[in-house]
């Protein structure tokens, strides 16, 4: 059902220029192993692995795949309800964070695993929700991106109480922090996902106010908003292509990715639609990520229960 319906034209896409983007039907081998509800997906790199969190009672919480599409392996210690999650790959480790929106015991967290699923670290103060700083609360944060450096930037506010965007240091003291619940400039309603371009900006999926904000990742300076692209449905998950000159962005309830036009450097700008792919009816494109070294794009998709792949021919 969910096969032929979309190629995306891409332009300037080095090294790809003028070639297509393809659902890849083969992705994954087996989707018998969403047993559950898909809800963000996340790929390493330089290991060619693909991890899955999806949500639901006495299954896998994590699934792992090749990146031609093979199960390998699934764990489910700790997650109560997954929402974002995020692999951050070096030449000698890896590890994988996951934001976990739960209100039992291991809820209102964000957790640092291993690849095989072991539990290395907890942010936040699991099962209690709140908006402090010291100790470390949150209240269903969404997403959390992580850089070489260990600095990281977690968005909290899944519908919680929380509507902010926190930088925190390498060892998870506030860097900065923005919000909170509001439509002024710096104010997000539900802010939902993040992701750190290569100049130093860090965008922010404000899904309920139907825009982008962009901040100064060393000093939370705002730097700009888009929201004329969103008119029509807000943006769930913000990620860029390997080469930072596009931002691939998923709408959930139009069931739609967008690719826009990102500015190199300088003023943000307007916001522009390069292309467009629409996904079927009810897909609902929850959380997206990219390949950084094949440039494909990952789609979990609460709707449809599936993860699908769309690779630059």
Known sequence: LFLYFQFLKAFDYSPWNGYLYKLDVGWPKAPEYFTGQPVCVAVDSLRGLVYVAQRGDNIPKVLVFSEEGYFLYSWNDTIEIPHGIFVLSN????????????????????????????????????????????????????????EESGDSYVVDGDGGINNRLLKLTEDYKEMWLRGPKGTGIGEFRIPHSVTVDSFGRVWVADRDNKRIQVFDKDTGEWLGTWSSCFEEDGPSSVRFTPNNKYLIVAHLNVSRLSVLAAPPVGTIGKCVIVTTIQLADETKPHLVDVDMKSGAIYVAEIGAQQVQKYVPL
């Not at 291991?106 to 907890?122: A, D, E, R, W």
């Not at 942010?123 to 969404?142: C, H, K, R």
């Open 91 to 146: 030449a000698t480790d890896s590890s994988v964070w996951i934001t976990d929106v739960g209100t039992g015991k291991y809820g209102h967290t964000v957790k640092k695993y291993s690849p095989s699923g072991k539990l290395l670290q907890i942010l936040g103060t699991p099962g209690s929700a709140g908006s402090s700083l010291y100790p470390l609360q949150f209240d269903q944060p969404a997403e959390i991106f992580v």
